[in-house]
């Protein structure tokens, strides 16, 4: 009702005598028996007749240019009722301005509140200060999953009740444009799945230090900029991967520092959570860890780099169950009394958890690097050549 084919009629008055009208045209909710005609965004009232329903007034439909081009075929466009039309026009209100509009949409609606807060109290500030209210502002990121993760510790830092305040709730982001071009429209639909909601406020709640080591890792070691930056800029693999319940585990380490990105914690968060392993097969693995470092700390740092290396490097299962038996020789060897592992705890590890995605043994590799550089960073990175760390974290 605000939009460009108002051209010089644009003004506050006209666009609120716009809407009132509009309010009062709701009509009745259709009897769920009725054969009318219905609206095709809730299906529950008779579509609007008074004006024509084109791109212009409700986003992402034609232009009216190709008659054919709607679902009903209906010549005056979308079939869409005036309760839908209405509420669509208070959308640019929370909906947020980056590369392309963001609308995230979250259920129950006080955590969308919650969401839409910093976009309301901006329009709210444009209203008050410029002539035309138009929104002129720019959050400048491109990726609407960047600009969704950050909110999400920005808001999970300030709530009292922290990264509990995602329990339960469900999240799902649309990011369009509504070109008037033909072929400038588009639209991505980002489901957030709540685990990976909750894992992100925590990190921000209890390690956030150690979350944007993670998060940084999956721009690529080649990029020297800030962390806030990239944020803005670049796609990134650690979001993504999470957003297509792929495995992060690997981002939790960084192999050539021989170091870890995190606490222990945040991990287990992650695979508890998201990943759903079971607390005891966590806490198994994390003991066979320990078993593995007391082991290995007692050879010189030379033998002790060869031999991570080699779990390093272990591609197939087969040289992963030689990483095992080269340990317990190690044990023997040094006169450690009881065995790195019973025969059923072998079998258990490396067979046992089958080959899902999550739970394969590159699962129980990746935990057993995490807990061996976690150990034995000093010694493991020791009078290696390796440069610090090259970048700086800003505002952790
Ligand atoms: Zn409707």
Redesign the pocket.
């Known amino acids: 009702m605000a939009n460009p084919s108002m051209a010089k009629k644009r003004s506050p008055e006209n666009i609120s005598k716009n809407l009132k009208e509009l309010y009062k045209a709701i009509p009745e909710v259709l009897d769920p028996s009725s054969k009318e005609r219905?609206?095709?965004?809730?299906?529950?009232?008779k579509?609007y007749e008074k004006e024509d329903v084109y791109r212009s007034i409700f986003p992402l439909l034609g232009t009216g240019g190709m008659l054919n081009f709607f679902p009903a075929a209906n010549l005056h466009g979308g079939d869409?009722?005036?309760?839908?039309?209405f509420?669509v026009q208070l959308m640019p209100v929370v909906a947020y301005n980056l590369s392309k509009v963001l609308v995230i949409h979250a259920y129950p609606y006080e955590k969308m509140l919650k969401l839409c807060e910093e976009s309301f109290s901006r329009a709210k500030e444009e209203f008050l200060l410029s002539k035309d209210n138009d929104f002129e502002y720019n959050l400048d990121f491109k990726k609407a999953e960047n600009f969704f993760f950050k909110k999400i510790i920005d808001i999970t830092r300030k709530v009292e009740t922290g990264s509990k305040f995602w329990k339960d709730i469900s999240i799902t982001l649309y990011y369009f444009i509504n070109g008037n071009k033909s072929g400038s429209q588009d639209i991505d639909i980002i489901h957030i799945p709540n685990s990976v909601l909750r894992f992100i406020a925590f990190a921000g709640e209890v390690d956030i230090k150690g979350w944007k080591n993670i998060v940084k890792r999956g721009w690529g070691t080649s990029k020297k900029k800030s962390f806030e930056e990239l944020e803005k800029k670049y796609s990134n693999e650690v979001y993504q991967r999470l957003l297509n319940d792929e495995n992060i585990l690997e981002f939790f380490y960084d192999k050539q520092e021989k170091k870890v990105n995190c606490k222990w914690n945040l991990l287990k968060f992650y695979c508890l959570e998201v990943l759903k392993l079971e607390e005891k097969v966590l806490s198994f693995i994390k003991e066979v860890g320990d078993r593995i470092v007391e082991t290995i700390e007692k050879l010189e740092d030379n033998k002790l780099k060869q031999v991570v290396r080699e779990l390093e490097n272990s591609t197939k299962l087969y040289q992963f169950e030689n990483f095992f038996v080269r340990v317990e020789k190690i044990r023997q060897q040094k006169g450690i009394p009881n065995p790195l592992l019973t025969f059923e705890e072998f079998a258990r590890l490396l067979t046992s958890y089958g080959e899902d995605i999550n739970m394969s043994w590159k699962v129980v590799k990746n935990l057993l690097l995490f807990r061996i550089y976690e150990k034995l960073h000093d010694r493991l990175s020791s009078s290696s050549e390796l440069e610090e760390d090259s970048f700086e974290y800003e505002g952790g």
Do not use: D
Request: with cysteine; net charge positive.
């Open positions: 219905r609206c095709i965004i809730c299906g529950r009232r579509p869409i009722c005036a309760h839908c039309l509420l």
